[in-house]
């Protein structure tokens, strides 16, 4: 891969994994908060669980990027698109 598109897919499985994270916890707070957000749910317990687990493996597959992707997540700047030094 080039320069720029290894980059760009590091990033983009960081915001990935991020949002997995941010979606996961946000139904665990769903579920603790109200039982009307479990629905035909009775296991609150179990479905907390789960969203526990795919924090857990999101949190995991950043780890795994990080200690053997060394290429920052960031995108490069075109050299057209820097700003003038002042």
Same mark, same amino acid.
């Given at each position: 891969?080039?320069?720029?598109?290894?980059?760009?897919?590091?990033?983009?499985?960081?915001?990935?994994?991020?949002? *997995? @994270?941010? /979606?996961?916890?946000?139904?665990?707070?769903?579920?603790?908060?109200? &039982?009307? !957000?479990?629905? =035909?749910?009775? *296991? @609150?317990? /179990?479905?907390?669980?789960?969203?526990?687990?795919?924090?857990?493996? &999101?949190? !995991?597959?950043? =780890?795994?990027?990080?200690?053997?992707?060394?290429?920052?997540?960031?995108?490069?700047?075109?050299?057209?698109?820097?700003?003038?030094?002042?």
């Amino acid at each position: 891969m080039n320069n720029i598109v290894a980059p760009a897919l590091i990033k983009a499985l960081h915001k990935k994994y991020d949002a *997995e @994270i941010e /979606v996961a916890f946000a139904e665990c707070l769903v579920y603790l908060a109200s &039982a009307s !957000g479990i629905g =035909e749910h009775s *296991e @609150i317990v /179990v479905e907390v669980d789960k969203k526990i687990q795919a924090m857990h493996d &999101a949190i !995991g597959k950043k =780890e795994i990027l990080n200690g053997y992707f060394k290429t920052k997540p960031e995108v490069p700047v075109k050299e057209n698109d820097k700003k003038p030094a002042n």
